[in-house]
């Protein structure tokens, strides 16, 4: 065989690689994704999966389920150290300076290439965005988001004289309302709490809800500065812990989270104050007619933001974060955030969402959906900070001496903020 | 005499049955819940309708099926490598000398203390060097080689008589057969109390499988009942107490027929 030809057989050999590498060579997607709704959740997700792999046979997306936020926040960091991170996966938008520190995230801005793309960066809600942008640059893109409302039981209005179709709107009317409400037997024990504010586990949520209707923030934008011992912040956590001590409207003590819907239902409580992500949970097994409205307000409205958000890893091909990318744009569009909202109830994270079909028919039908995406107007970003986990555990414990009675709330709030200060000076 | 005697009955009968019903209460109320629909979670009442349908939503939720196979496989695979490595290395502790012997006991008797949750990174990293991610031997390995066992086969080896092993070597057995054939038979009780603390810790474990698996085909059932977890929409008592009941079923059943086995050698193992 000549040299010449040789090479031919090598070149058609490469030629041939080269063809068939372009029928086969897919783009390869790991997605880790927590589920905090019920397996309902992981159904649409695996479902929405599905629809786009078929419709782009280019890309395989490897669904992962990763558990609790905790839990995928956990297995991605470990997965990142140990060398094999996800090519993006959704977690808590609090952990976005987590996942910076750990340089583990890429910013959106550094795929987006188009106009279009840019553009997508600012479709979504400006409340949604404070929590996933930092620096000039975006981290994340909102999608499992949701805020608390609250929920009332009309029955128990009626019965207590009050209007079954108007919420408190604000503190006092909140704590006359819950006076009415609260029902005691001839011994004096509590049949009907008159409202519910569940505190376990990560407390500082509801209660930066109360903080914001104060009008304080908790943290700065930039994640190193905490204003704990704020005047303000104090006064919140005082009328936190009054409704148990003084009031006596509320269950005193700590308030479990995942027991919280079941007392609304069983009429333990006429009110409470909870994610959006209960809706449908509420609505299908609620056995009274109820009603959803904004948190009361003090100074202002105020609520925090919750939930998930899209994060594109570091340690990936070119290839894998624009495919990345192009699935996380799908995924967020506005016909398939309104399927998502509607099979989970989280807050469809973009106006033009809300104008789908789709979600004009189930708002029709259904208009308390309506009430966590008009809130939005008012609400903060859920606090977060560098070290994030330390911080809010901090603050946690400082709720919970605060709560259960430990400690006066001043005291509390001014050791955490003590606290707080040697954590995040180095971040300054 | 018999006066005292009858006194000091009656306070540990009463005692057990206290202990006992504490302990049962909330299997029983697991059973209620699971069997009747959701608005009785909370309430009780005799005549309320009684529904296996908590079981069918709870099983349709996940592949338990395939789960319970994987489930399995782990504990089996576990079980088998530990009482491999454990018999072989608590044989060498007890009846041969080497250079560094107290050193590597010592070391066994470390790894009681480090908890298994601060090696997840480290474990992660090695199961990767291996290409073992996402397999069950990726979900085991890291356990076969327990400290806990090694030792507490040491400790019961070290009961067995000299004479037994000297009789055995008269009648011309080799290290091999003299552990085969008198110490692995003596221990009998201790392999059955320490397989049983094992399998129900490896059926139970959740974080690191969670964290080295990915897919159906490798994960066990802790991980298909963590979905019914959901904080966020508040937890359906009767689905998660009828999956708990499924995922835990067999265990439970394991123990009730062979308990007079378990605490027997519960007993002679000497673990209370």
Redesign the interface.
Do not use: H, K, P
């Given at each position: 065989m000549s040299f010449l030809s040789k090479i031919k057989v090598g070149a058609g050999a490469i030629a041939l690689c080269g063809l068939m590498a372009g029928n086969a060579q897919a783009v390869d997607l790991q997605f880790f994704f927590p589920v905090a709704v019920g397996g309902k959740a992981a159904d649409t997700i695996a479902e929405l999966t599905n629809e786009y792999a078929a419709a782009n046979p280019d890309v395989n997306i490897d669904a992962v389920y990763a558990g609790s936020y905790q839990d995928t926040i956990t297995k991605t960091l470990t997965a990142v150290r140990g060398g094999t991170p996800p090519q993006l996966s959704v977690i808590l938008a609090v952990d976005m300076f987590t996942l910076i520190e750990e340089d583990a995230i890429i910013a959106f801005d550094d795929v987006a290439a188009t106009d279009e793309d840019k553009a997508l960066l600012k479709a979504f809600y400006p409340a949604f965005m404070e929590n996933s942008q930092t620096g000039g640059k975006t981290y994340g893109i909102p999608y499992q988001r949701s805020t608390p409302v609250l929920y009332w039981n009309k029955d128990a209005f009626k019965e207590a004289g009050l209007d079954p179709n108007t919420p408190p709107k604000n503190w006092e009317e909140m704590v006359a309302f819950s006076k009415k409400l609260t029902k005691r037997d001839a011994n004096g024990n509590v049949t009907q709490w008159g409202l519910r504010i569940p505190s376990s586990g990560f407390p500082y949520w509801l209660f930066q809800g109360l903080t914001t209707q104060n009008d304080v923030i908790l943290a700065n934008n930039d994640g190193n500065e905490t204003n704990f011992d704020d005047p303000k912040v104090v006064e919140a956590l005082q009328f936190m812990v009054d409704l148990s001590t003084k009031h006596k409207v509320m269950q005193p003590g700590i308030v479990e989270w995942g027991t919280t819907p079941k007392a609304f239902f069983e009429g333990q409580a006429a009110m409470m104050w909870t994610s959006t992500g209960n809706l449908t949970n509420v609505r299908d097994n609620a056995p009274f007619p109820f009603g959803v409205g904004m948190l009361p307000a003090n100074k202002r409205y105020g609520a925090p933001t919750g939930g998930g958000n899209f994060y594109i890893f570091k340690d990936s091909t070119d290839e894998q974060k624009k495919a990345s990318f192009d699935f996380i744009k799908w995924i967020t569009a506005p016909e398939q955030a309104a399927r998502w909202t509607i099979a989970t109830g989280y807050v469809a994270p973009r106006p033009d969402a809300w104008e789908t079909k789709l979600m004009k028919d189930y708002v029709a039908d259904f208009p308390p959906a309506l009430i966590a995406r008009d809130q939005l107007e008012y609400a903060v970003a859920e606090l977060s900070t560098y070290q994030n986990q330390r911080i809010t555990s901090i603050l946690n414990d400082a709720l919970e001496a605060a709560i259960t009675g430990k400690k006066d709330p001043a005291e509390a709030l001014k050791e955490a903020q003590k606290k707080a200060d040697r954590i995040l000076k180095s971040y300054r | 005499m018999s006066d005292r005697f009858n006194y000091d009955q009656f306070l540990n009968t009463l005692g057990a049955w206290f202990l006992g019903i504490l302990w049962f209460l909330p299997i029983i109320y697991a059973v209620w819940t699971a069997t009747h629909p959701?608005?009785y979670?909370?309430?009780f009442d005799l005549l309320a309708p009684l529904t296996l349908g908590n079981f069918v939503d709870a099983w349709n939720?996940?592949p338990f099926a395939r789960y319970f196979l994987n489930t399995i496989m782990l504990v089996t695979f576990i079980l088998i490598g530990q009482f491999v490595l454990c018999t072989l290395a608590a044989y060498s502790f007890t009846r041969f000398s080497f250079p560094g012997k107290d050193i590597l006991f010592a070391l066994v008797l470390l790894q009681l203390l480090v908890m298994p949750d601060i090696l997840?990174?480290e474990n992660?990293?090695t199961?990767?060097a291996l290409g073992l991610?996402d397999t069950i031997a990726a979900i085991g390995l890291p356990y076969i080689a327990s400290g806990f066992g090694i030792f507490l086969l040491r400790q019961t080896f070290k009961t067995v008589p000299k004479e037994l092993e000297e009789a055995a070597r008269v009648e011309g057995a080799g290290p091999i057969g003299i552990l085969w054939k008198v110490y692995v038979p003596l221990a009998k009780p201790t392999y059955l109390a320490y397989g049983l603390v094992s399998v129900s810790h490896h059926w139970n474990n959740f974080?690191w499988p969670?964290?080295v698996t990915?897919?159906v085909e490798t994960r066990p059932v802790t991980?298909g009942l963590?979905?019914?977890?959901?904080?966020?929409?508040?937890?359906?008592?009767s689905i998660i107490t009828a999956a708990t009941l499924m995922t835990s079923g067999p265990l439970l059943i394991a123990f009730l027929l062979f308990q007079r086995q378990f605490v027997q050698s519960f007993m002679r193992a000497g673990i209370k």
């Open positions: - | 959701g608005e979670a909370t309430r939720a996940a997840i990174v992660y990293s199961m990767r991610i974080l969670l964290i990915n897919s991980v963590s979905i019914f977890g959901s904080v966020d929409q508040g937890i359906d008592w």
